[in-house]
T-cell receptor
Framework: EPEVTQTPSHQVTQMGQEVILRCVPISNHLYFYWYRQILGQKVEFLVS????????KSEIFDDQFSVERPDGSNFTLKIRSTKLEDSAMYFC????????????FGDGTRLSIL | KNQVEQSPQSLIILEGKNCTLQCNYTVSPFSNLRWYKQDTGRGPVSLTI?????NTKSNGRYTATLDADTKQSSLHITASQLSDSASYIC????FGGGSQGNLIFGKGTKLSVKP
């Protein structure tokens, strides 16, 4: 069965550094998402992306965050200047279309900011 | 404020037993409700999706119910197996159709199935 793959599985970065998290969504999917989960807390929506532009974003997704689909297969989340509170598990997800299509999640990238 | 609350926080049952997990939500307007299973260290996996007009939906040993009037849902697991040990997350979409963005997640119920 097709999967969403995320790399790296664990990223350790110094505070203030830029970090790029990478995702390869399922190939025929059209909608792409990033979520984060701080240890012990709920999964939180960050951003959704469709037709090469952001369709929705949460309050968490401020100017330090950006997303890009640089080619036909990758979907990236960039954090420009990381803060300690950015430490979390970041999940990428994709879905096949509108309506009630399930979102398929990757296994996440654990981001640790030192 | 849009919220999704789940109970219990954690649950331990013996293999072969049934269990029911609860979800209450205050999301409005409501589009659909989803249940996900999340194994430790893995991403969530979709179990069921229900719109406001659906009362029940099954996926193998998992049966979800929805009462859109009282804003409650439950997930019933039948004949539990050791592999059912995971967190079960109730997720509500506040929008109708479209990109399905901005899903509201509950904290999950951590289920442990013991032999």
């Amino acid at each position: 069965e097709p999967e969403v793959t995320q790399t790296p599985s664990h990223q350790v970065t110094q505070m203030g550094q830029e970090v790029i998290l990478r995702c390869v969504p399922i190939s025929n999917h059209l909608y792409f998402y990033w979520y984060r989960q701080i240890l012990g807390q709920k999964v939180e929506f960050l951003v959704s992306f469709y037709n090469n532009e952001i369709s929705e974003k949460s309050e968490i997704f401020d100017d330090q965050f950006s997303v890009e689909r640089p080619d036909g297969s990758n979907f990236t989340l960039k954090i420009r200047s990381t803060k300690l509170e950015d430490s979390a598990m970041y999940f990428c997800a994709s879905s096949g279309g509108q309506g009630w299509q399930p979102q398929h999640f990757g296994d996440g990238t654990r981001l640790s900011i030192l | 404020k849009n919220q999704v609350e789940q109970s219990p926080q954690s649950l331990i049952i013996l293999e072969g037993k049934n269990c029911t997990l609860q979800c209450n939500y205050t999301v409005s307007p409501f589009s659909n409700l989803r249940w996900y299973k999340q194994d430790t260290g893995r991403g969530p996996v979709s179990l069921t999706i229900m719109t406001f007009s659906e009362n029940t939906k099954s996926n193998g040993r998992y049966t979800a119910t929805l009462d859109a009037d009282t804003k409650q849902s439950s997930l019933h697991i039948t004949a539990s197996q050791l592999s059912d040990s995971a967190s079960y997350i109730c997720v509500v979409s506040p929008f109708g159709g479209g990109s399905q963005g901005n899903l509201i997640f509950g904290k999950g119920t951590k289920l442990s199935v013991k032999p």
